[in-house]
């Protein structure tokens, strides 16, 4: 891809505000901050948001009505991984502290042509800058057996590293407003994770079941582990953000 259309992209907005939201301790009200800036926004603004979430799956709605949903809830619950339902589509996803979040929060003109690919290349882009001033290159692709798995994960040495999403949102004053965000596994335990995803659907009594080995983290790619990681790779992020939403000159 050429980086030069995900600046672009971002000039669409002519004000972006860069937020490095602190964890919470509320997993749900964390994860509806993104759609509650979204319909405040106005023609021309973008938010670009780095948060991270308490211990918790976070399924999708389609999910809450599997046959044994509600007993897998009270299961889960009890082992400290309560269950918590997001909007947008995919399948249940571990989310903890390690566990880094980007979204990018940002309005489109009415006569602007929605280019979900570009839009996927936009949120990555920081990701893979931050990534390779840490010393690790990755590309998208699939990931057979992960979860939630898309063409647009971040995947390092065959494995995900990072998920995405995408929703499009219609806005009452015209025009739409635009939710990507993307999960990375910073100094997350993958295999704990991937094992309370393949439990949830087990007891909700759903047979699909995915690999451990499919995901890796940032610090399982870094020999030797930089202090202070997940730091480092926020600073690098908004470092990589700063560059790619200053205007052409």
């Known amino acids: 891809m050429n980086p030069t259309d995900c600046i672009r992209l971002f000039q669409l907005q002519q004000h972006w505000l860069l937020r490095d939201d602190p964890l ?13 800036l979204l319909r405040k926004l106005q023609p021309g603004q973008g938010i670009a948001r780095l948060w991270e979430n308490p211990r918790s799956l976070v399924i999708t709605r389609r999910e809450t009505r599997l046959p044994r949903y509600s007993e897998a809830c009270v299961t889960l619950a009890q082992a400290g991984w309560p269950v918590v339902v997001r909007d947008s589509g995919g399948t249940a996803v571990p989310h903890e502290p390690g566990v880094l979040h980007l979204s990018l929060i940002f309005t489109l003109p009415a006569d602007y042509r929605y280019d979900l690919d ?3 290349q936009a949120l990555c882009e920081p990701i893979k800058r931050a990534f390779s001033a840490l010393g690790v290159e990755s590309e998208f692709g699939n990931v057979p ?11 390092v040495n065959g494995r995900k590293i990072t998920g995405t999403a995408q929703r499009l949102i219609p806005l009452s004053g015209g025009g739409h407003g635009v939710l990507a965000q993307a999960m ?7 295999e704990t994770g991937n094992e309370r995803v393949n439990q ?6 759903d047979p699909r079941h995915y690999r451990s080995d499919a995901s890796t983290s940032l610090d399982r790619e870094l020999q030797p582990v930089p202090k202070a990681l997940a730091q480092r790779l926020r600073d690098e992020i908004l470092r990589a953000l700063s560059t790619l939403i200053k205007p052409l000159a």
């Open 184 to 190: 990375i596994n910073v100094t997350t335990d993958v």
């Open 24 to 36: 919470t301790t509320d997993t749900a009200a964390n994860i509806a901050v993104d759609t509650h």
């Open 200 to 205: 949830f659907y087990a007891l909700a009594g």
């Open 145 to 155: 057996d992960a979860y939630c798995d898309g063409r647009y994960n971040l995947i």
């Open 118 to 120: 570009l839009v996927y």
